[in-house]
């Protein structure tokens, strides 16, 4: 597996998993774009890479704003098409804890807004490229809630379902023209999302996957980077769960 010299966009990469993901990018060759909100936290992780021998670069980005998502790719454009683009900017902190009767239309839309919207209008605002080079990636960051169903996080599960639904699709649309989509659908990741998840569920996890161990960012990159590369070009419109055998779909 290689990303020597291609582009890859990673949305929400300044911190966690998609932090994690962007390093793992820059070490097999790539050069990461870091899409994220906050200037610090992206900056920061660029210097991290460059530091270690990789190549990067930071772009804001507000997944939630069309504006903000079509300057992104306009800026990018003017250097050719990416060859990826990972869509990792989500919501998940502090996000649980209610039950589906409970939560509020504004809560739900906001859920939707960053987890399910947000992919699209990345993707949607890259699809020029990628059609115009004839090939290239979409991995899309989806969560096992969707396929375990989790208690008490109704709007983000279903968000989370959206996009594995939305991966499909896209994969349909886009496969002829040498474009691959996919899901990656994680559990629950130590990092800074995870902290404020009730204990509980964190036990749920412990006691239930196949192995038992925590789940760290590291434990996810590697399907990640293989679906970006030449090794995964006839691999679409699939959901790849990684979390240790939490769920067996």
């Given at each position: 597996?290689?990303?020597?010299?291609?582009?890859?966009?990673?949305?929400?990469?300044?911190?966690?998993?998609?932090?994690?993901?962007?390093?793992?990018?820059?070490?097999?060759?790539?050069?990461?774009?870091?899409?994220?909100?906050?200037?610090?936290?992206?900056?920061?992780?660029?210097?991290?890479?460059?530091?270690?021998?990789?190549?990067?670069?930071?772009?804001?980005?507000?997944?939630?704003?069309?504006?903000?998502?079509?300057?992104?790719?306009?800026?990018?454009?003017?250097?050719?098409?990416?060859?990826?683009?990972?869509?990792?900017?989500?919501?998940?902190?502090?996000?649980?804890?209610?039950?589906?009767?409970?939560?509020?239309?504004?809560?739900?839309?906001?859920?939707?807004?960053?987890?399910?919207?947000?992919?699209?209008?990345v993707s949607r605002a890259f699809a020029p490229q990628l059609l115009a080079a004839g090939e290239g990636r979409i991995v899309n960051i989806a969560s096992d809630a969707a396929l375990y169903g989790s208690p008490r996080l109704a709007h983000y599960v279903a968000s989370k379902g959206a996009l594995i639904a939305l991966t499909r699709a896209m994969a349909r649309e886009l496969g002829d023209h040498g474009i691959t989509v996919n899901a990656v659908a994680p559990g629950l990741t130590e990092g800074p999302s995870a902290e404020e998840i009730p204990a509980e569920r964190h036990a749920l996890y412990a006691q239930n996957r196949a192995i038992s161990r925590p789940q760290q960012p590291d434990d996810v990159t590697g399907a990640v980077v293989f679906l970006l590369c030449d090794a995964a070009a006839y691999i679409t419109g699939q959901t790849i769960v990684v979390d240790g055998g939490f769920v067996m779909p």
């Open positions: 597996m290689n990303l020597d010299g291609r582009r890859v966009v990673v949305t929400g990469a300044g911190r966690g998993l998609g932090e994690a993901m962007a390093h793992a990018i820059a070490g097999f060759g790539g050069h990461v774009v870091v899409a994220e909100l906050f200037p610090e936290r992206g900056e920061q992780v660029v210097s991290n890479i460059t530091d270690a021998g990789g190549s990067a670069e930071f772009s804001p980005v507000d997944v939630s704003d069309p504006a903000s998502v079509s300057e992104l790719a306009q800026r990018l454009g003017v250097m050719g098409p990416i060859w990826g683009l990972v869509n990792n900017a989500g919501l998940a902190d502090a996000v649980g804890g209610k039950t589906f009767w409970d939560i509020t239309p504004e809560e739900w839309d906001r859920i939707h807004t960053i987890n399910a919207r947000g992919p699209w209008l």
